[in-house]
């Protein structure tokens, strides 16, 4: 009877939002780069078949109401919030989302986290092929509670990790250093990390999770050659956490739109996270995504008897770009040259005594909400030509 409450519960909580959350779509515009689409995705969220609270189908709701483009539901293989409501089976979430989205263009992806709290700690597996498959014989206890078995082996740890290589995963390392779970052992990537490291398990990190940017996961990523993840691990509703914003998400750079396409991506790293008005990316990714996002027009002006070079700088993306600007010319009006790049917005720079309009020029920027390094913010430069001569 409870399972036929809670599912009941579920299927009206769904029906009731489905129409809402639709109408309320608000797609982020972010341009694709040269050679690829780029693909907003969330890898990393739960639902009532772990400890979420939600309904599979909701998650794919709110996916399409946020304009993502590909998703994984990630479901923990070591713990179940409901079991006497709902039947064990960690393949089940990932088949509602797949059928809720039918031929909306929505990207499910298969995939679970498997979850100790000690070393190597939260780690998520994408395309696995049977969640069900990936053992979780560390645990005593996973319903409802979790509680580790006091005497278990490296062999017992390992275990799940060795099945998701079998099944041709994507591992990446969820929240480097939440909750430092082992307070004798500080070191966030331990021997059983690099393990999997030279193993060809682990291949990425999440740097950002639940819209926090997390510096050390960050250095990990640049350290170990780790592809770079940002996700909402979400648990309840994702709205009313960033309904002023947008919800963290993984940028794919993808040849095309699908699953194998993400997979091949994502092994090449080829991907930049977005949250708050923050984006963290590798240089190439960024000089690509930044380049594609802004646009630029000059004009020349004579004021008075001064000449002017006027850069109309047009950033057809939703993310603003905190910028500043050098020239050999004054920049006229703007302290340190900085200036925001208002999403969808032309933004005017003016360049002052430009006496003899040069064939070309370079405009220098630097862009403050742009991580290349967690040390290094992303800087480029356009070349000015004189289109007028």
Request: proline share 5%; aromatic share 10%.
């Amino acid at each position: 009877m409870k399972k036929l409450k809670l599912l009941a519960l579920c299927i009206a909580f769904s029906a009731l939002v489905k129409g809402p959350l639709l109408a309320q779509t608000e797609k982020l515009h972010i341009p694709d780069i040269p050679g690829y689409l780029t693909l907003k995705g969330d890898f990393h969220m739960h639902t009532v078949f772990s400890d979420g609270h939600v309904w599979p189908t909701f998650r794919v709701h709110e996916a399409l109401r946020d304009g993502l483009d590909v998703i994984a539901i990630t479901e923990h293989i070591d713990y179940e919030g409901f079991p006497e409501e709902i039947e064990k089976n960690y393949n089940k979430s990932f088949e509602l989302a797949k059928e809720a989205a039918g031929n909306k263009e929505l990207l499910i992806i298969p995939g679970v986290e498997i979850s100790p709290r000690v070393p190597p700690y939260h780690n998520n597996a994408l395309f696995v092929t049977d969640a069900n498959a990936l053992p979780s014989d560390y645990m005593k206890s996973g319903k409802k509670e979790f509680v580790m078995k006091e005497n278990m082996t490296r062999e017992q740890l390992m275990a799940p990790f060795s099945e998701a290589k079998k099944q041709d995963a994507f591992v990446f390392y969820n929240h480097p250093g939440w909750g430092w779970w082992d307070g004798k052992d500080t070191t966030l990537f331990t021997s059983f990390h690099q393990e999997l490291l030279d193993e060809g398990i682990l291949k990425g990190v999440e740097v950002a999770n639940s819209g926090k940017y997390n510096v050390i996961a960050h250095r990990l990523a640049m350290k170990y050659n780790l592809t770079i993840m940002g996700n909402s691990d979400v648990h309840y509703d994702v709205y009313p956490r960033y309904r002023d914003s947008h919800r963290p998400m993984t940028l794919v750079f993808a040849k095309e739109k699908t699953a194998e396409a993400v997979k091949e991506a994502l092994l090449a790293r080829r991907t930049a996270v977005f949250f708050d008005d923050y984006l963290v990316a590798r240089q190439p990714e960024a000089e690509a995504l930044f380049k594609a996002s802004v646009h630029v027009r000059t004009e020349q002006k004579q004021r008075k008897k001064e000449r002017t070079l006027i850069v109309h700088l047009y950033n057809e993306s939703d993310i603003p770009f905190e910028i500043a600007a050098k020239s050999d010319y004054d920049i006229e009006g703007l302290p340190l040259g900085r200036v925001t790049l208002t999403p969808r917005d032309t933004t005017t720079i003016t360049l002052r005594a430009v006496w003899d309009y040069p064939d070309e020029t370079v405009l220098g920027i630097e862009v403050s909400n742009i991580l290349v390094s967690p040390e290094e913010t992303f800087k480029t430069s356009f070349i000015l030509r004189n289109e007028e001569k």
